[in-house]
T-cell receptor
Framework: GQQLNQSPQSMFIQEGEDVSMNCTSSSIFNTWLWYKQDPGEGPVLLIALYKAGELTSNGRLTAQFGITRKDSFLNISASIPSDVGIYFC????????????FGTGTRLQVTL | SQTIHQWPATLVQPVGSPLSLECTVEGTSNPNLYWYRQAAGRGLQLLFYSVGIGQISSEVPQNLSASRPQDRQFILSSKKLLLSDSGFYLCAPAPRLLRDETEAFFGQGTRLTVV
């Protein structure tokens, strides 16, 4: 099955730094989602984007839906230790099946 | 809001043994349901989806099968497990994507280790 290209694959950052990650696809989507997954648990939705060019914030998180509808990025400002985890993007082209296609994940580790 | 129940949480099975993982959804009717697998350190791969009772679509060729015997029940099965079936299995309904009410849940997952 298809997976989206997500980068970076992993990153170590210091507490207080800003983080950026992005996701690209060869297919267009009409919805982009960003999830965070903690060890041993299912992913939890952070932000949903519904329109090309849309910029949406959720606390320290900001995400954008690319104009081409083939990419999205997520920024985390002033990172804290609880930001540690794996972040996944997911694209959705709504239809009868409404299947999510997931990115390969970005593992974020924060050093104090 | 929707609630997803998935069990068991952890399972260790020998190669060649059968498998049955169950997922039930509450708080919605006639949902699209999905089974995903996550290999260690990897993203989620869609295995099966179902748009209704008895309707199953497979996304990738594999050793597993799925069934939808009831509207809110989705079962993942295997007759004979392989080592490569190990992974973290997640069940989910279709995301509910409304600007003022976004829901995109997953079950708690089943960690399957085939030994």
């Amino acid at each position: 099955g298809q997976q989206l290209n997500q980068s970076p694959q992993s990153m170590f950052i210091q507490e207080g730094e800003d983080v950026s990650m992005n996701c690209t696809s060869s297919s267009i989507f009409n919805t982009w989602l960003w999830y965070k997954q903690d060890p041993g648990e299912g992913p939890v939705l952070l932000i949903a984007l519904y329109k090309a060019g849309e910029l949406t914030s959720n606390g320290r998180l900001t995400a954008q839906f690319g104009i081409t509808r083939k990419d999205s990025f997520l920024n985390i400002s002033a990172s804290i230790p609880s930001d540690v985890g794996i972040y996944f993007c997911a694209g959705l082209y709504t239809g009868t099946a409404s299947k999510l296609t997931f990115g390969t994940g970005t593992r974020l580790q924060v050093t104090l | 809001s929707q609630t997803i129940h998935q069990w068991p949480a952890t399972l260790v099975q020998p190669v060649g043994s059968p498998l049955s993982l169950e997922c039930t959804v509450e708080g919605t009717s006639n949902p699209n349901l999905y089974w995903y697998r996550q290999a260690a350190g990897r993203g989620l791969q869609l295995l099966f989806y179902s748009v209704g009772i008895g309707q199953i679509s497979s996304e990738v060729p594999q050793n597993l099968s799925a069934s939808r015997p009831q509207d809110r029940q989705f079962i993942l099965s295997s007759k004979k497990l392989l080592l490569s079936d190990s992974g973290f299995y997640l069940c989910a309904p279709a995301p509910r994507l409304l600007r003022d009410e976004t829901e995109a849940f997953f079950g708690q997952g089943t960690r399957l280790t085939v030994v």
